[in-house]
């Protein structure tokens, strides 16, 4: 089975502060994702990366940086955490040949 | 990229049969329809994906018209744990990153 794990299932940060939001898969997969999830507004793709350093934009990626040197690891960076930023967090992973994504369990982050 | 439109919520009641239709107007022509599950606090769980006509998996099936402006996915003889949210997503296949949109989703609530 895939296993796409992330790093915390909670998080409360402070205003400012920079937060850093780990996501490993152990299926060598080159596609993975950052989104976030809010009440009424579904998933939204914040950045995707189709290979090791390599990284695109997705719909919101205002106040994000993503890292991704190693092929099983993708970090989400909040350089400076605002209140908005508060959200549930997914992580998910896709093989080069599949459509299928795979999700992580989720972070929920809360800034105050 | 195509938008999607699903209905915000549905009831059901178990063993009944429930259809959800999802609108995709602008779908592109290299554009497939996948739907995905997600059960509160975890992430969204592939469910089926087609391009045209009729799928059927051991989970649901979705049926595909000949214009692919919408589609219907289909849950037999749904049960209480099948309560969940239903996202649609349109996108291509295989692109690099995969930029996949997800919308509200629907509220799928089986009642007793």
């Known amino acids: 089975d895939v296993k796409v794990t992330q790093s915390s299932r909670y998080l409360v940060k402070r205003t400012g502060e920079k937060v850093f939001l780990e996501c490993v898969q152990d299926m060598d997969h080159e596609n993975m994702f950052w989104y976030r999830q809010d009440p009424g507004l579904g998933l939204r793709l914040i950045y995707f990366s189709y290979d090791v350093k390599m990284k695109e934009k997705g719909d919101i990626p205002e106040g994000y940086s993503v890292s991704r040197e190693k092929k099983e690891r993708f970090s989400l960076i909040l350089e400076s955490a605002s209140t908005n930023q508060t959200s549930m967090y997914l992580c998910a992973s896709r093989g080069g040949l599949q459509s299928e994504q795979y999700f992580g369990p989720g972070t929920r982050l809360t800034v105050t | 990229l195509a938008k999607t439109t699903q209905p915000i919520s549905m009831d059901s009641y178990e063993g009944q049969e429930v259809n959800i239709t999802c609108s995709h107007n602008n779908i592109a022509t290299n554009d497939y329809i996948t739907w995905y599950q997600q059960f509160p606090s975890q992430g969204p769980r592939f469910i089926i994906q087609?391009?045209?006509t009729k799928v059927t998996n051991e989970v649901a099936s979705l049926f595909i018209p000949a214009d692919r402006k919408s589609s219907t996915l289909s849950l037999p003889r749904v049960s209480l744990s099948d309560t969940a949210v239903y996202y649609c997503?349109?996108?291509?296949?295989?692109?690099?990153?995969?930029?996949?949109?997800f919308g509200q989703g629907t509220e799928l609530s089986v009642k007793p």
């Open positions: 997503l349109v996108g291509p296949l295989y692109n690099q990153g995969g930029k996949l949109i």
């Open positions: 087609g391009y045209k």
